[in-house]
């Protein structure tokens, strides 16, 4: 039986820093990705957020894991952008404290963090 290409779902399971970000990806691990990242306790996971990346079925993954988040970094792409008050409330009411800045911010902020080893995490969209 031959076998085709086989795609899975980005992920990587483990915590890393984030190397680099831009040209639409970003790079950690001596890997590269290609679109937006959610970094949480579980690894790096490819994010499909199909064009509403600040919705909650976007953050769907986060709230699965938020016994082990206490910061969430929302890389909101070159401009920065309140959270939606829905997103925003689910967020604090599930113990995370939601802080949106711009990807670049979020990337060097998530790296900080993870070297302090804080229960942090990062919905991180991609930039050209």
Known sequence: MARGIVI??????GRAPIDAYGEGGFRFADMSHRG???CLP???HGWKHEDAPLSLAAFEQVFAEAASIEIMLVGMGKDIRP???ELREALR???IAADPMSTGA???TYNVL????RAVAAALIAVD
């Open 83 to 85: 959270l939606p008050k």
């Open 36 to 38: 937006s990242l959610l």
């Open 8 to 13: 899975r779902d980005a992920h990587f399971p």
């Open 93 to 95: 009411a599930a113990g």
């Open 42 to 44: 579980s690894g790096i």
């Open 106 to 108: 979020a990337v060097r």
């Open 114 to 117: 993870l070297a302090e080893d």
